[in-house]
């Protein structure tokens, strides 16, 4: 260690901070007790040493002027801007005391408590949720819950398991190791790896694959990438239309006898009606839907179903897409079929380490954590359980579109508070901005934690709590693999943890707690037991372990299905009704959704509303990743901005000369739904029919008080994105990337703010 650093502290990045997912090994470089570098760790097997420059960045997020160090509560109107400093016991006792009243009067029911994408926060939030007694957990704004969850249920129902790809995450030494098989191809099916941040998966691990390995690769994007570039084959498809190419892929693979007879013999229950579903989705039909070459969707398939092993990683937008459970459901049958799950290579099942829970991502986590009981404690009044069966058994999540509406109209009981945590709705991922402010304006309390102010806080916060980044808190990491610790190395002002935050409000709710877990820590070894340490034991060993085979053989691959490993009889087979994988799903059929695949058009197209597209013959795709973003967050962090700095719309050349605009001029985007000002981009590496909108812009060097909350109403996207396009199972649906819409140029008599003063008042 130089002398110019006091101290090295090796810990786990999970937001606040790099915002991500998370997962990466990190040093924290300390100089008077200041956070002055932070590297990659070498010696971390999830990272290698790589992070990205939202990390590399962090110094100036920790200490960035504008940080709120201290609790604060609304002394003006809402949307002045007016805060003013208040201790912490304050803050607890106002929340304590108001939602107590809130109880007595109209249950606990009428608290709401939301959050944004993943990240280290589905432990706390929940904790206090229910601690409280709520039953109303959700990602508010997310259209149909449309995030991972769909995916997620997808593959309990069908394998009982969750399943990556395979690029021997799961082992310490990683290639090295002699059980891993290169896979010969990875499909990357919506995803751009290497600029986002996928659940628990490094992008980075595609090129290691492809540069060790020699893995080809099969990319299905309408949108150009690093890695369409390197692909054998790029499937350019329509937005919305996956559903459709799945099951052409499936027909060519059961047609050409492409499958893997002695795998769907003995593990795989539903093979006929299978067929049935796909049978009619022949090449030509499927090419005049998705928009792709037949040539090139029958190679590759062959390609994929050909070679073995083979690995498909997907991403967001399958979640996004009409029907997404029945999308993502297709999706699984192919790696099912074609014998690549839980192999070497293939799509691995993915089991935390010695199957420690932290987040509930899963109904059984959920009942591990809060009861066997925990669903019938919370549908008799969770939002959304009574009119969508699945997502009464699926998860534990409130129903977003149905949440905001009864927000606004009190049926069938009223919401009178939330809880906002990670989340920065009208900055991030609140489609129909304009009804998610009247919503929450209709709250009587609201109470923001985050790091600094943002059009979500200053719109409609009473109350902010700050909290700390990852390198002032104490946390754990049990998502997948390793087992890993987050540890504290500064304190900077009095920001706490979200972990402190709730952990001290769900013991007022819930004074059974204060036995429980006299500290933090006392509830990391509760819930890491499994694996033998504690918190102290763990750091000493270095902060993340891995599972041993021999001590722990259901969370390591692979063919556990053979082995008895992952049912709880023991017996061979999967965690499903049959104990097999169910391309027929029996539980879909019980929550009253189709149990095989179907395929509907986005609900706003060429095919489906045509006089519409001729009005808007744009397809927005929205939510293209940045490498120096991640959603809403690091506008104010000037390493990332100098690198993206202007909110933009992706345009073809071609397109650009239809509308005559030019590369860099300001152009209005819009629909019914209203317009928003962006700055033109050429891209020929987007469909002619398209535009491509990256997500989550605001402008934190904007006047943050109403009504610009710093521009976010003019040119954030989610201003044209409808609420209520949800799937049959009530998750997933949401239009985020088939919107339709048309460009058009500014000119001089244009209002360049076109929610000014009297439209944010009547429409917002």
Excluded at 674 to 697: A, E
Excluded at 724 to 738: H, I, L, R, W
Aim: with cysteine.
């Amino acid at each position: 260690m130089s002398n110019a650093y006091d101290q090295v502290i090796k810990t786990t990045a999970w937001s606040p901070g790099p915002g991500c997912h998370g997962g990466c090994g990190v040093e924290l470089y300390i100089k008077d007790g200041k956070v002055v570098r932070v590297e990659g760790d070498p010696d971390h097997p999830f990272s290698n040493g790589r992070v990205c420059s939202r990390l590399l960045a962090c110094t100036q997020y920790f200490y960035h002027p504008e940080r709120i160090l201290h609790p604060m509560k609304r002394v003006g109107e809402r949307g002045e801007g007016k805060w003013e400093q208040i201790t912490w016991d304050e803050a607890f006792d106002t929340v304590e005391t108001t939602w107590n009243r809130f109880k007595e009067e109209s249950g606990p029911e009428s608290v709401i408590f939301i959050q944004g994408t993943g990240r280290d926060i589905g432990g706390p939030i929940s904790l206090l949720c229910y601690s409280y007694g709520s039953p109303n957990w959700t990602q508010l704004g997310l259209a149909g819950q449309s995030c991972y969850t769909p995916r997620l249920c997808s593959q309990m129902n069908k394998v009982g398991e969750f399943v990556v790809a395979d690029c021997s995450q799961f082992f310490e030494k990683r290639y090295d190791d002699p059980r891993f098989e290169f896979p010969k191809y990875i499909v990357i099916w919506g995803q751009n790896p290497a600029s986002g941040c996928p659940d628990a998966f490094f992008g980075h691990w595609v090129v290691d694959c492809m540069r060790k390995g020699g893995t080809k690769l099969i990319v299905i994007d309408p949108r150009a990438n690093f890695f369409t570039s390197r692909a054998d084959y790029w499937l350019q498809i329509r937005p919305g239309t996956d559903g459709a190419l799945a099951l052409c892929m499936t027909k060519l693979i059961i047609e050409n006898d492409w499958y893997d007879h002695d795998f769907v013999e003995k593990w795989c229950y539903g093979f006929d009606e299978l067929y049935e579903a796909c049978k009619d989705y022949t090449l030509e039909r499927t090419s005049e839907i998705t928009d792709i070459p037949a040539d090139i969707i029958y190679e590759a398939t062959k390609a994929y179903a050909t070679n073995h092993p083979c690995s498909i990683h997907w991403g967001l937008p399958l979640d996004q897409v009409p029907e997404a459970t029945s999308v993502d459901d297709a999706v699984i049958n192919l790696w099912c079929i074609t014998g690549n799950l839980d192999v070497p290579g293939g799509n691995v099942i993915a089991r935390n380490a010695w199957n420690v829970t932290q987040y509930p991502y899963s109904t059984a986590q959920l009942q591990e954590l809060y009861g066997d009981d925990i669903l019938e404690r919370i549908n008799s009044k969770r939002i959304g359980a009574a009119r969508y069966k699945y997502l009464a058994h699926m998860r534990s999540w409130g129903q977003p579109d149905m949440a905001v509406q009864q927000m606004l109209d009190g049926n069938p009981y009223k919401i009178r508070s939330a809880w906002i945590q990670t989340s920065n709705l009208f900055g991030g991922q609140a489609a129909n901005m304009r009804k998610h402010y009247k919503a929450l304006m209709n709250m009587e309390f609201n109470v923001v934690v985050d790091t600094f102010l943002n059009p979500t806080s200053q719109a409609i916060g009473d109350l902010f709590l700050p909290a700390a980044s990852f390198a002032e808190k104490e946390s754990f990491r049990a998502w997948y693999q390793p087992l890993q610790l987050i540890r504290p190395a500064v304190t900077v002002g009095e920001c706490k943890s979200d972990w402190e935050i709730n952990l001290e409000l769900a013991r007022r709710f819930n004074p059974s707690l204060n036995d429980v877990y006299p500290t933090f820590k006392d509830y990391v070894n509760e819930r890491i037991k499994g694996s033998g340490y504690t918190w102290d034991t763990l750091s000493k060993a270095g902060g993340w372990k891995f599972p041993d085979p021999e001590t722990s053989p259901s969370s390591v691959p692979y063919r556990r299905y053979e082995k008895g490993y992952l049912r709880p009889d023991g017996k061979p087979g999967f965690r499903t009704p049959t104990g097999k994988v169910e391309l027929y799903s029996t539980l879909n059929e019980e929550y009253e959704v189709h149990p095989v695949s179907f395929y509907v058009e986005p609900p706003e197209s060429r095919v489906r509303t045509p006089e519409l597209y001729e009005k808007y013959p744009l397809v927005m795709v929205s939510g293209r990743r940045s490498p120096v973003y991640f959603h809403s967050e690091h506008r104010n962090i000037p390493w990332c901005r100098v690198c993206d700095p202007d909110p933009v719309v992706e345009v073809h050349p071609e397109v650009m000369k239809q509308y005559g605009i030019s590369d860099g001029e300001w152009v209005w985007v819009e629909n019914d739904r209203g317009r928003i000002r962006r700055k033109v981009k050429m891209n020929p590496g987007i469909g002619k029919h398209m535009v491509s909108v990256p997500h989550g812009w605001w402008l934190p060097e904007k006047k943050g008080t109403g009504p610009e909350f710093y521009d976010a109403w003019d040119i954030n996207c989610n201003i044209l994105i409808p609420t209520d396009t949800q799937s049959e199972s009530g998750y997933g649906g949401g239009a985020y990337k088939t919107t339709l819409v048309r460009l058009a140029r500014i000119t001089p008599a244009d209002n360049m703010h076109p929610n000014d003063e009297d439209e944010w008042k009547d429409k917002r």
